[in-house]
């Protein structure tokens, strides 16, 4: 079975060194957020998630969840209650949440840090408190006093959890289809019913109570998404004065069996007339949703992140003490009977591709928690707006490229085990599985792609991408006389330049045929989240050279770069190849004719 350590070094340096954290919390009045404090911080994270989660992720995959039919009670693999229990205690449900509301008032740029420890650990069980984070965002930003005093304090304390009830039987990502209805009641409350699929964390053994933010239509409610509103419905009633009462008419008819994350409960949720409260304004539910649904997205590149830096520990230990061969080059390791894998050239380009991703993709995920910070905290409005405008660009990349590396750094890592890499034993086939819903849930890559180039890019002009171009020319232009940075800045400031170009191409043909959006969107997607790499290993060269770190530190971080732009920066060729062969590539063929 593999183990997991917490990269904390890493960590630190993505933080610290290259994002200038401590800077920024002091700048956005985060008193207690002092390095000290942060370091004490990291340590008991890494010594929770290690050896309290790390160890149930193999026995967790195995048990799965277990489901009464009779009760619709799910329970999770044995240890999960308990662990949970010690995340509430150890404070770490509330984390980042505000202190008003018994929460430890931490930067989110920070908290990310736990919660890749956490995915990395045991992604199945790092389900649970990720939907309750996507129900706090709501709730804080919508919901009304009352509303955040008894049901949002509740999750932040990790007394009650929450989930995000969207998809339908008949639909999935197209929401103006759904058919949950909420009916008005004389108490003010609403009635809500309908079955909602797919729901994480919708029914578990974790806590008492669960809050569901439910998508619902009112009876006058207009077609289509405009006529979405948004409800909280607790699994047990709730009057107004935090009073709880009977179980509500909400119950899990089933959980799903899936390909992977089986320690986590992903639910079918009947409503059957369950009393609701309506959340945010009538008919405005996606302005809602979308609270939620950013913030999971953003935590599911997470995850992707988590899964590459687990899957690459577990191949580069591997690697290190396999012996098979010698070097083609001549014996490394004369005194063993053979060299360890590690020696040999295309296991080396594995484990270097899942290096690059993992530390170039830690900076890619803290950078954009660090703009959440700035937009939550900042004073100054146009600070602010440029945060959200940057933030929304880099939303779908931190999403679908993470998770996407995710799938092909768990690939490289079952490769470099052979054939006991395919067996349960080392843990590298269940990572793999569990990555693959990555791609999927809170947006498929799809989505994602469609959501950067549609309506981030095109729609909106391209603010942040434009604020994106901006920062690598400012760095081009800071380091241009720097001959350690040379060999990075050129690659790096072509491959933005060159996006301005597929961008400024894309929009005149979109103008004129629509689809091209569509057919160009997946690669102009992967283009964007190699050229932002690039960015971010030539940061790290940088800032690894200015910092005090030994000297095999600095070399790993130059040297990985150096694979990056050679080996892997390169993949924007291809892409943008994609981009410029056109819609007609792929839309041709009669549709009754696939299977000619």
């Known amino acids: 079975m593999s183990s997991y350590k917490a990269p904390q070094r890493d960590m630190r340096f993505a933080l610290f060194d290259v994002l200038g954290a401590q800077a920024l919390y002091d700048r956005l009045g985060f008193e207690t957020a002092q390095r000290d404090v942060l370091d004490a911080v990291l340590e008991e994270a890494a010594r929770f998630t290690q050896q309290v989660l790390a160890p149930l992720n193999q026995s967790g995959d195995a048990e799965g969840c277990r489901y009464d039919k009779a009760s619709g009670a799910?329970?999770?693999?044995?240890?999960?209650?308990?662990?949970?229990t010690q995340f509430v205690e150890g404070g770490w449900s509330g984390l980042t949440a505000s202190e008003s509301l018994g929460g430890q008032g931490l930067p989110e740029s920070f908290g990310v840090a736990l919660k890749e420890m956490i995915d990395a650990a045991n992604l199945a069980w790092g389900n649970y408190p990720l939907l309750s984070h996507g129900a706090t965002e709501a709730l804080k930003r919508y919901g009304e006093d009352w509303q955040q005093e008894i049901f949002l304090r509740a999750i932040v304390e990790g007394r009650w959890t929450g989930t995000m009830c969207l998809t339908?039987?008949?639909?999935?990502?197209?929401?103006?289809?759904?058919?949950?209805?909420?009916?008005?009641?004389?108490d003010g409350s609403y009635a809500v019913t309908g079955t909602k699929i797919f729901i994480t964390a919708g029914e578990h053994d974790f806590t008492d109570n669960i809050v569901h933010l439910v998508l619902a239509r009112l009876p006058?409610?207009?077609g289509g998404t405009k006529g979405i509103s948004t409800f909280i419905v607790p699994k047990l009633k709730v009057a107004r004065d935090g009073a709880i009462g009977e179980h509500n008419a909400v119950r899990c008819g089933a959980i799903e069996h899936k390909?992977?994350?089986?320690?986590?409960?992903?639910?079918?949720?009947?409503?059957?007339?369950?009393?609701?409260?309506?959340?945010?304004?009538?008919?405005?539910?996606?302005m809602v949703m979308f609270a939620m649904m950013n913030s999971a997205r953003l935590a599911v590149g997470v995850q992707g992140l988590g899964m590459i830096d687990r899957a690459y520990q577990g191949a580069l230990a591997y690697a290190r003490d396999r012996l098979q061969m010698r070097a083609a080059s001549g014996p490394k390791f004369p005194d063993k009977p053979a060299d360890p894998i590690i020696v040999h050239p295309d296991v080396r380009r594995m484990l270097l591709t899942c290096k690059a991703f993992a530390e170039g993709g830690r900076l890619l995920a803290y950078h954009a928690a660090t703009l959440v910070d700035v937009l939550e905290h900042a004073?100054?409005?146009?600070?602010?707006?440029?945060?959200d405008e940057l933030l929304s660009f880099l939303t779908p990349v931190v999403k679908a490229c993470l998770t996407e590396w995710a799938v092909e750094c768990t690939y490289h890592a079952l490769q470099c085990f052979g054939g006991h890499g395919y067996v349960r034993e080392w843990g590298m086939e269940q990572l793999a599985r569990d990555a693959r819903i990555t791609t999927i849930y809170e947006g498929t890559t799809q989505i994602q792609a469609l959501d950067l180039l549609g309506r981030k890019v095109l729609q909106t002009q391209g603010p942040g991408l434009r604020q994106f171009g901006a920062m690598i020319e400012a760095f081009c232009t800071e380091h241009a006389?720097?001959?350690?940075?040379?060999e990075f800045i050129g690659p790096l400031a072509k491959s933005a330049q060159e996006l301005g170009t597929l961008t400024l191409e894309l929009g005149g043909k979109a103008m004129r045929d629509a689809d091209e959006v569509g057919a160009a969107a997946v690669d102009y997607l992967f283009y964007t989240g190699y050229a932002v790499l690039a960015y971010w290993w030539a940061r790290a060269v940088a800032a690894s050279d200015a910092g005090n770190y030994p000297q095999a530190f600095k070399d790993a971080k130059r040297e990985t770069a150096r694979f990056?732009?050679?080996?892997?920066l390169p993949r924007?060729?291809?892409?943008?190849?994609?981009?410029?062969?056109?819609?007609?590539?792929?839309?041709?063929l009669a549709a009754d004719n696939f299977d000619s």
């Open 379 to 387: 004073t100054d409005a146009d600070e602010k707006r440029t945060a």
């Open 168 to 186: 339908e039987p008949h639909c999935g990502s197209d929401l103006g289809l759904l058919k949950t209805r909420a009916e008005p009641q004389a």
């Open 564 to 568: 990056y732009f050679a080996r892997i």
């Open 74 to 84: 799910v329970s999770a693999p044995n240890g999960f209650k308990e662990a949970y």
């Open 259 to 286: 390909m992977g994350i089986h320690g986590s409960a992903t639910c079918v949720m009947n409503f059957d007339g369950a009393q609701g409260y309506l959340i945010g304004p009538a008919n405005k539910g996606l």
């Open 481 to 486: 006389g720097n001959p350690a940075l040379t």
């Open 220 to 222: 006058d409610a207009p």
């Open 572 to 588: 924007t060729l291809t892409h943008a190849a994609g981009i410029r062969a056109g819609a007609a590539s792929v839309l041709a």
